[in-house]
């Protein structure tokens, strides 16, 4: 069985642009681990033909195609990290090749946020693929998706590796020389002791991730202890700045009054947090899977969130309950130097449920595709491979 996974290459690409493009990754690294996987590709539907300078395309051993050199090249095609030319799908599935829709991020607001908000977007043909593919986050939308793309649909099993926060980790140690991970206030510098500098991460391009939420808690926290929030840095705002709600809410915070806040561009977790945070506070709305989580717990740093999905890990705190969430950044500031060994166990047991060689990840992405490849004639030709 020959693969192959879309991804969408552009002009200054950097692979902490967002989760996905490290997903593909890992996932090619996961099928590349399977018995009758032959080969695995990334099919480029952008115009870079070449993946951010974070992948080492070598060490991976993946290569890139464009669409028509992938037509006599893989049997399985997973539209994931870009949407691929509709005609080109047809045909393949004329061929008797099978087609997947990965929808990694959050099915409904992809559907109605650029409707309601008049925002630009990539119209599929609904009908173009075989399966369509769920991450666990969105088992909800499954009886959505399925009446939309009019096929069925599968929860595939979310994974994740340190492979590109270790990576980066070590660039920073070798420009800055600067340790990627939580130190305790004993190990800070001495006008750094007081409390935690808070670093919010959300992307603020839809209702599903936005700072609202975190700024509140931390500001809730503040003013139930002038002590515990040094400082907060709100990432991913620039294009917010001079919005009128974004200036209300702001406006109503001590910490923006008595000169607390920071408002930021993009940063990478990694390379911000090494500077500037010891604690990450967020908040989702039905997306409660995220690399960003992740990445704050690889590094042990207090991670205040309401996601379900990780309530034995970090800080929780349930739905939009602000209060509840700064009674948990107060929790952090006042226990986590003395609780890391505990917290540091309970994240690698999420680790070690989301590793990509994971004996059941392996497993729940092999019953994948043998079920989506059950009656294809090339499947059948390959006999035991298969």
């Not at 599935?93 to 008049?118: H, I, M, N, S, W």
Request: include cysteine; charge should be negative; proline fraction near 5%.
């Amino acid at each position: 069985m020959r693969i192959g996974i879309s991804v969408l290459t552009h002009s200054g690409q950097n692979i902490w642009q967002n989760g996905l493009g490290q997903n593909i990754i890992f996932l090619s690294e996961l099928f590349k681990r399977l018995p009758f996987v032959q080969s695995v590709s990334l099919i480029d539907a952008g115009d870079q033909l070449a993946m951010p300078p974070q992948v080492d395309m070598g060490l991976h051993d993946i290569r890139i195609l464009k669409p028509q050199w992938a037509t006599d090249e893989v049997d399985v095609v997973i539209e994931m990290g870009g949407a691929l030319d509709i005609q080109w799908l047809d045909l393949m599935r004329a061929r008797g090749k099978k087609v997947v829709y990965f929808c990694c991020g959050q099915p409904f607001v992809t559907l109605a946020e650029p409707a309601v908000f008049d925002n630009p977007t990539h119209a599929w043909r609904p009908d173009r693929c075989d399966e369509v593919w769920l991450l666990p986050k969105d088992t909800a939308f499954v009886p959505m998706m399925r009446t939309f793309h009019r096929c069925d649909v599968h929860i595939a099993p979310y994974i994740w590796h340190p492979h590109f926060v270790e990576r980066r980790a070590q660039e920073v140690v070798d420009k800055l020389g600067a340790r990627y991970g939580y130190q305790s206030r004993a190990a800070r510098p001495r006008g750094e002791r007081a409390g935690l500098r808070v670093a919010i991460f959300e992307p603020n391009i839809s209702v599903v991730k936005t700072s609202s939420i975190p700024m509140l808690v931390c500001d809730e926290a503040y003013r139930a202890d002038r002590e515990s929030v040094t400082a907060m840095h709100v990432l991913n705002t620039l294009h917010l700045k001079d919005h009128p709600t974004m200036l209300y809410l702001a406006n109503s915070l001590d910490l923006i009054r008595e000169h607390k806040a920071t408002f930021h561009g993009r940063h990478d977790i990694v390379g911000f947090m090494t500077q500037y945070a010891d604690a990450v506070v967020s908040h989702q709305w039905q997306n409660d899977q995220n690399y960003s989580y992740l990445d704050a717990l690889y590094g042990d740093y207090p991670l205040i969130h309401n996601s379900p999905w990780l309530r034995e890990a970090g800080y929780y705190y349930p739905q939009f309950d602000a209060r509840q969430g700064a009674a948990q950044l107060l929790r952090a500031a006042a226990e986590h130097d003395g609780n890391l060994d505990e917290y540091r166990a309970r994240a690698q047991r999420v680790f070690q449920a989301v590793d990509p060689f994971n004996p059941s990840n392996l497993d729940g992405y092999a019953a994948r595709l043998l079920h989506l490849c059950r009656d294809a004639n090339f499947a059948k030709a390959a006999g035991s491979r298969v």
